[in-house]
């Protein structure tokens, strides 16, 4: 069949290509100037307790307001800022902001637990060197609780980190901070191998979610969610679950043991006010 199109679809896909390349050179050449000029914002998705509903923090989700794009998510540039090591900045930039914002709502209080934040992290900020200083650094600028601090880093990105590797990781969650293993159950973790690791939570990928909004439930990823449950509680892990979109899938993650949930069920990413909205608000509630 793509013969019979003739060359014309070729010249097509090959435009669309070339178009696709020359805007991920702008958007690239743009990204140092972009974080000089403000030009990213992060929006705030709220982490929830699945035993009580209560607000218990937030995940940071950095966002880019392009002056001829508009609002580009990150999977449109992140890994542009990877390439070209302005993850570092970029990811400090988003870490500075966030920390901020986590004192901010500590300040604000209400009598519910004190509200934490999770940043993101990716690999490139794994292996630079400054980044226990740094994020010390930054906690002690923004007068914040290491405690209040989640950092998030996906399974793949630790998957054969030696000891000499993941000595970072270790001197943060030492101080406190919270480590976090992103979008668990894609990559090929073993029990062996978590045991080493220096977290204390798994945030379960919403490809498993997905499978309990099925109904009834795909028996597969009920299997599966059960066994990392139980594998996580049995190492003193918590469990949070992404991509929650319904109320019966909520349910049925709580039922299954899951601690902690986040998705457009409860709220999409917001600005950081919203959050603290939402907190007052689950707390009047009840
Ligand atoms: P992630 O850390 O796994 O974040 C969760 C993603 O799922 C977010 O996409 C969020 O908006 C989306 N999401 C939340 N709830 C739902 C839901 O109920 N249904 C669906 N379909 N999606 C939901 P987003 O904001 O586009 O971020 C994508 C990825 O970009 C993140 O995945 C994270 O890996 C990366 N990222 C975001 N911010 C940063 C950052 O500051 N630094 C780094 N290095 N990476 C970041
Ligand atoms: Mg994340
Ligand atoms: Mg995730
Ligand atoms: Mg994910």
Known sequence: RAKAAGGNRYEVADAA??????ARHSLTNGLPAALEKGEFFIEYQPLVSLEDGSVRGAEALVRWLHPVHGVLGPDQFIALAENTGLIVPLGRWVLTEAARQARAWREAGYD???LRVNVNLSPCQLRYPDLVADTVAVLDDAGLDPAALCLEVTENDLIGADEEALRPLRQLADLGVDIA?????TGYSNLAYLRRLPVSTLKLDRSFTLGMQRDPADP???KIVEGIVSLAHTLDLAVTVEGVETGSQAEHLRLLGCDTAQGWYYAR??????LHQLALTDVASG
């Open 112 to 114: 519910g637990a004190p």
């Open 220 to 222: 597969v990823d009920v």
């Open 269 to 274: 990413p917001g600005p950081p006010d919203r």
């Open 17 to 22: 290509s070339d178009a696709r390349v020359i």
């Open 181 to 185: 293993l992103d979008d668990f159950g």
